[in-house]
């Protein structure tokens, strides 16, 4: 990692390695799910951020990409890709190019980066949530539509909005500790869980689900695999999709929101921390009666 370089592209040679590193890293079958040169040029030259992460011989070995957008009338950057070669996954590489990208923006004069990902992506729910500190408080359903990408493919691309407030207090403090992600209250661990779920067979299910509890904070699991479940148990996908989207449109469209996230890799789980507002990851749980569970299993 340490013979890495960070850059800002501006070329026609470099965007046409970004594309190239796009359908490396993604495997698109269809044309245009890639982003393409023209868009790069368009953008770049009109305030979006483009950093590519270079090796020893130059070559292109991941990049971010975020182009300048709208939210209530303030501008924002809209991070579109992050991506890094299989052979640089899970070095810390694309932690280094999101930090990178928030130099960018804060010196270019903006407070908020937002980008979608797929809420059953554990993996990718830990990164946003538990080591960058980002918020999340809308669920968009099948926001791409079909997509030709391996790791897409099988269900409808619905996606979570990642808030990334890259000036707030609580991301300073996030960015700055190390091991960002333990629970330190008691009340927080200890809030009810949405959907409750069991290992049946091959792979972990929801047991049960309800959808009327009203503490003030709740855990919402989800599973480990899920890109291997939609190649190898594509029923079982679907359902959990369906299932999530149910959960996060009923408690999000009563003002929860998605403060954090716990990875349990030995469970083959990861939970969901949400909260109404007020109610902060220390404070007590102030728990009222929940409605009837909905039992999906025997």
Excluded: C
Aim: no cysteine; glycine share 10%; net charge negative.
């Amino acid at each position: 990692m340490t013979d890495l370089r960070f850059r800002d592209l501006h070329t026609l040679d470099e965007f046409r390695a970004v594309v190239a590193l796009e359908q490396q890293i993604w495997g698109y079958e269809d044309a245009s799910d890639i982003f393409t040169v023209p868009v790069f040029i368009i953008t770049v030259k009109r305030g979006a951020i483009l950093i590519g992460a270079v090796d020893a011989r130059d070559r292109l070995v991941g990049f971010t990409y975020s182009l300048v957008g709208m939210k209530d009338g303030r501008p924002l950057q809209w991070s579109h890709m992050t991506g890094v070669l299989p052979e640089y996954q899970g070095t810390g590489l694309g932690y280094r190019l999101k930090l990178a990208q928030r130099e960018r923006a804060l010196a270019a004069g903006f407070d908020l980066i937002e980008w979608t990902f797929d809420p059953l992506q554990a993996l990718n729910a830990h990164f946003n949530f538990a080591k960058l500190g980002t918020v999340a408080d809308e669920y968009a359903d099948n926001v791409y539509g079909e997509s030709s990408s391996a790791l897409h493919r099988g269900t409808p691309t619905d996606r979570l909005i990642a808030q990334w407030r890259i000036g707030a207090p609580h991301v300073e403090r996030r960015l700055a500790v190390t091991g960002a992600g333990t629970l330190r209250s008691r009340d927080v661990a200890e809030a009810p869980v949405v959907n409750a779920t069991v290992v049946h067979g091959a792979w972990r299910q929801n047991a049960t689900i309800d959808l009327a509890i009203e503490d003030r904070r709740i855990w919402v699991e989800i599973p480990t695999g899920f890109t291997e479940m939609q190649q190898q148990a594509p029923d079982l996908a679907l359902q959990w999709r369906l299932q999530a989207r149910e959960i996060f449109h009923a408690y999000l469209g009563r003002g929860y929101q998605v403060v954090d996230f716990l990875l349990d890799r030995s469970e083959g789980r990861g939970r969901y921390l949400l909260a109404t507002e007020g109610a902060g990851a220390g404070a007590a749980g102030g728990a009222s009666p929940s409605g009837a569970a909905r039992r999906l299993l025997p």
